[in-house]
């Protein structure tokens, strides 16, 4: 970590306000500051997440920042990527937090000039609160954290060791394939949710139905509080590979009620063993190390 004395967190809110607390606990005595907005920057100096609010951008000066972290929403960090990169200066590297690889590689590759590095990143970790008042130093313990293959080896391996000093476990894929799998993990489990949630408002049987839901209801529906803010770009900049894997979950579904219909119990079987078995392996690749995809 010694390697950035002066970090700049773009779009400090939870994500990156969490990422300048676990720097802080894993011993870096380096300068950190936020830009991004009025309100997120103000709350995170206020509250001791960062040094100070960073003004070089907004002066138009090159910023001196060694490490520029960015956690905005990506339809933010696709903006700053066009339109502040070129204020960053020779030598420095970017890396970002955003939930999906291929657009914001694209733009990057496009947009930023020679002498400044940048490897695409996504922690999967977060909540479905927002905001860097719900920040916490403790976010990356032990999460699985996706960096970009494709740029400069000596950057990667040094981030690499920065992602691991704050808890996380790094794993390597292509931009390509990262959007596709997060697809699957991240934002079909998202749109279930929702989905599932969304139900109770046309049930005829709505009241009677939110008196009954216990801890297997909250559970599915927790990420059905997360903020269309931030999930309008995440579905914008993936949409064919969530539109894929929304249609295998609907053939699965469809499948399923079929057979139900049909008093035909063997595909409700079938469908918990295969469940058993995916979450059994799931389970085991749960504490690998680094890997690469």
């Not at 103000?42 to 490490?67: M, P, Q, W, Y």
């Not at 590095?117 to 699985?144: C, K, N, W």
């Not at 494709?150 to 391996?157: F, I, K, P, Q």
Request: with cysteine; hydrophobic share 45%.
């Amino acid at each position: 970590m010694s390697e950035f004395k002066n970090i700049v967190i773009v779009g400090c809110g939870l994500i990156g306000g969490s990422f300048a607390l676990a720097l802080r606990r894993a011993g870096y005595s380096g300068r950190i500051t936020a830009y991004g907005g009025t309100r997120s920057p103000k709350i995170a100096l206020e509250r001791g997440v960062v040094n100070d609010i960073e003004t070089s951008f907004d002066r138009g000066e090159v910023c001196d920042a060694d490490l520029v972290y960015l956690a905005a929403p990506i339809g933010g960090i696709i903006d700053f990527l066009r339109t502040r990169s070129t204020l960053i200066k020779r030598g420095a590297l970017i890396t970002d937090a955003g939930s999906t690889k291929t657009e914001i590689c694209r733009v990057a590759k496009e947009s930023i000039p020679t002498g400044v590095h940048f490897i695409g990143g996504h922690p999967m970790a977060g909540s479905e609160q927002t905001g860097v008042e719900y920040a916490r130093a403790d976010l990356f313990d032990r999460a699985t954290y996706v960096l970009i293959e494709g740029g400069d080896e000596s950057r990667l391996t040094c981030l690499k060791s920065v992602i691991e000093g704050i808890g996380a476990r790094v794993l390597l894929a292509e931009p390509e394939a990262h959007d596709q799998a997060v697809a699957l993990v991240s934002h079909l489990p998202q749109l279930v949710a929702s989905s599932l949630a969304a139900l109770n408002l046309s049930a005829k049987d709505r009241e009677l139905a939110q008196r009954m839901a216990a801890t297997g209801w909250f559970d599915m529906t927790r990420l059905a509080a997360s903020s269309w803010k931030i999930w309008r770009d995440i579905i914008l900049t993936n949409q064919t590979n969530i539109s894929a894997r929304l249609g295998l979950m609907i053939a699965e579904m469809q499948s399923l009620k079929d057979a139900l219909d049909a008093r035909d119990l063997n595909r409700a079987r079938e469908l918990f063993d295969e469940a058993n078995q995916a979450i059994a392996a799931q389970r085991s690749m749960r504490y690998r190390g680094f890997e690469k995809l």
